[in-house]
């Protein structure tokens, strides 16, 4: 059973720095693709930052420049560090994990259940 717990989300104002993390059991967290999404009010989930398990990374262009991701196979940990934070970075962000069963099975994403971030003018 795959679990995720996210913390570190809060109030910070526009400018200001956050970072979140994501603590995972119960997957073999160095062999996965992780990666985190967030959700605005009235609006669909969206790819925020995602990591592979040999380290490539993706941003999405509004977070690019500005929110690093990265994650310590140690600890079975996932990081978001958001600099320079816009009030349309507000949102629930959500960790992902990403578990390939092969090639019948198939890939199954886990979520986290969220942590609130909350960027004020």
């Known amino acids: 059973q795959v679990n995720l717990v996210e913390s570190g989300g809060g109030l910070v104002q526009e400018g200001g720095s956050l970072k979140v993390s994501c603590a995972a059991s119960?997957?073999?967290?160095?062999?996965?693709?992780v990666g985190w999404h967030r959700q605005a009010p009235g609006q669909e989930r969206e790819m925020v930052a995602e990591v592979t398990s040999s380290g490539v990374t993706h941003y999405s262009d509004s977070v690019k420049g500005r929110f690093t991701i990265s994650r310590d196979n140690s600890k079975n940990t996932l990081y978001l560090e958001m600099n320079g934070l816009k009030t349309e970075d507000t949102g629930v962000y959500y960790c992902?994990?990403?578990?390939?069963?092969?090639?019948?099975?198939?890939?199954?994403?886990?979520w986290g259940q969220g942590t609130q971030v909350t960027v004020s003018s």
């Open positions: 119960g997957t073999i967290f160095e062999r996965n693709d």
């Open positions: 992902l994990v990403r578990e390939d069963y092969g090639p019948v099975l198939g890939v199954f994403d886990f």
